[in-house]
C-alpha cells in the first residue's frame, strides 16, 4: 500500500481551542444566602414551558434557595457582542448562580453563547435544553468553551404537560443540582460533553494533512484520479463535506483558485460565525470553491457574497443553524454575471448549468465546513431542502422589460449581488389568464401561507418573472413600482387564522393592529427579476426573514473601484 501523493487541504482552517475553566461552584449554603438569576429567553412563554420556571423555582424553595430574580429577553436577531453584553448585564446582578432556559431550538446558540460568558465571568450556570436544541447547544459548546453544564429534557415537545414537565425536572434534579454543587475535579465530569466529531483538530493551530489517512494499493495508483472515492469518503466521514463528490482541494488548485483574488486570503469576511466561533477568511472561501468545482474568477462573486452576508442585517450568526429549510440564495445582476458564466436563462435553479451550481455550492460548503454548521449533528433544519446544497442565479437582462437590479440600485455597468436566507422557489402556475389584473391575483395568492414564516415574520420577498409573464404585465402597463405596491397590499393573511399558531411574530410596531396583516413591512420588500424560459411557470423565494435582510452589495476591487471587466481581479 502507498500513501497518496500530494497534501490534502483540511477545510476547517485553523481551530485552536482552550478548555474554558469553569466557575467555582458555591456551597449549599451560599445557594441559600445568594440570589439565583434566571434568564428566560421568552421560549418558556409559549405552550406549557412556564411550567419549567415555576417548578425549577419550587424545587429551588425545597433546597431552601429562595431568591430567585428572572430577566426575560430573547437573544433573536443578536450579534456575538450583543449575547456577551446580555451576560455581562445578568452578571452585573451578582447572583451566586444562574440558569438559562430553555435551548429547544433556534436560539439555542445563543443562548450556549450567554451561559458560556457567564461561567467566563465567574457565574456557575446550568443550561436547561430539549431536542433538538440540545445537539446544537453541545456542538456550540464544543467548540467554544471545550465544557458546559447542561441539562437537556429529552422528552419535552410542544405538547408536554404541565404534569409530564414537572416529572422530567423531577427525574433530573439531582443533576441539576450537581451543576451549581459539584467540587473541582468532579463538575468537569458532570460539563462533559460527549462530543464526538472534530476531536481531531482540537487544540491545534494547524489541522493535519488529510492526505495522510488515506492508503492506495499499486493497481489504485494507476488509475485515473487515484484515491478519488476515497478521499470523498474521507470527507464525507469527517463531516466535511456537503454528501456530494468533491474535487479534492490541493495545495495547486488552491492558489490556482486565489489567481482572480486579489483580496488578502487572510482577510475576515465574517467574524465568529455558527457553533464553531470561527472566523470565515477570503482563504476558507478560495478552499470552498475548490472543493465545490468553482473557476478561479468566480472568486469575486463569492467573496461579495461573503461581504453581503456579513451584513449585521443578515443576521448570519443565526441563519446557518436555523431549523427552517432555507439556503443562502444568491443572485447576481449586471455584467460580470454574464462575464463569469452565471444564467439566469430557462431552467435556470435546475441542473445542468455548473457556475450557478458550483458558486451557490461553494457558499453552503464554508458554512458548513468552517462554522462547522454540520447536518444532522449541529445544524438544526428540521427537513432542509435542496436550497441548503446550492441556491444561485443570475438575472437575465434581456428578457426584462424592465431595470434589472444592479441598475436599480446603482447603474448598468455595476455588478451587484443579492443574498437573501430564503425557502426553495414556490412555484406559480398561470397558462391561462389573460389580463395582468388576473395574472397578479394568482401571484399574490403565492406569496405567502399559514405555514411560511412572512405570515407571522414580515420581510422581504423575491418575485421570479418569467418572460412570458413579464411581458403580460408590462404590456398591461404595469412597471415594477406598480406591482410592487399592489403585492404589499394585497399580499396579507387573516389575523385570526394566525393567532395561536406558527412562531413568536416579529412585526414593525405599527403593524399590531393591522386587519388583514401584510407580509412585507413596505412595497420595496418585493424584489423582482426576470429569469427563467418561456412559459406560464414563474415563482416566489420566500424568507426566513428572523431578523435577516435581503442584501444587495456590488462587486468592486480591493481599492473600492469598479472594474471594467473580470480580468480586473486578475493577479
Known sequence: MSRLKGKLIDPRGKQPRELMKLAPRPSIEELQKGKIVFYNNTKLLHNNYMTIFHHVKKKLADEGIENVVDFIETPRGKSNQDLLDYAAKLAAERPTAAIVAIGDIGVSPACTIITIALEKLGIPTLYITAPPGTAISKATAHYRSGQLCITSLEELFPGSTDHEIETMINEQWSSMMDAFLLPPGEIEKRADLQFEIDTDVTGKDEPDDIGEKIQLSEVELKEPAPGIQQIIDVYNDLHISDGLPIIPPTRRRYDKMLTYCPFDPGTVLAEKIGPSGKDILVSDVAIASVMAGCKPHHMPILVTAFQAMADPNYNLLQAVTTSHPGGNLVLVSGPLAQEVGLYGGQGCLGPGFPENLTVGRAVNLACINVCRAVPGIADLANVSCQAELTYCFAEEPSLTPWNT??????????????????????????????????????????????????????????????????????????????????????????????????????????????????????????????????????????????????????VVLPDGSLPSSIKDFQK
Open 405 to 554: 437590479i444592479n441598475a436599480e440600485c446603482y447603474d448598468e455597468k455595476t455588478t451587484t449581488v443579492m443574498v437573501l436566507k430564503a425557502e426553495a422557489l414556490h412555484d406559480i402556475i398561470d397558462f391561462l389568464s389573460l389580463t395582468a389584473e388576473d395574472l397578479l391575483d394568482t401571484i399574490v395568492d403565492c406569496c405567502t401561507t399559514l405555514g411560511s414564516n412572512n405570515a407571522y415574520i414580515t420581510g422581504p420577498l423575491i418575485l421570479i418573472l418569467t418572460p412570458d409573464h413579464s411581458w403580460m404585465l408590462d404590456n398591461d402597463g404595469w412597471t415594477k413600482d406598480m406591482i410592487r405596491e399592489h403585492i404589499h397590499q394585497r399580499a396579507t393573511n387573516e389575523v385570526p387564522m394566525l393567532k395561536g399558531r406558527g412562531i413568536k411574530p416579529v412585526r414593525p410596531p405599527e403593524f399590531e393592529k393591522r386587519h388583514p396583516m401584510p407580509v412585507t413591512r413596505f412595497p420595496e420588500d418585493v424584489h423582482i427579476v426576470v429569469a427563467g424560459g418561456r412559459g406560464g411557470h414563474s415563482g416566489v423565494i420566500l424568507p426566513w426573514g428572523l431578523h435577516s435582510e435581503a442584501i444587495i452589495r456590488k
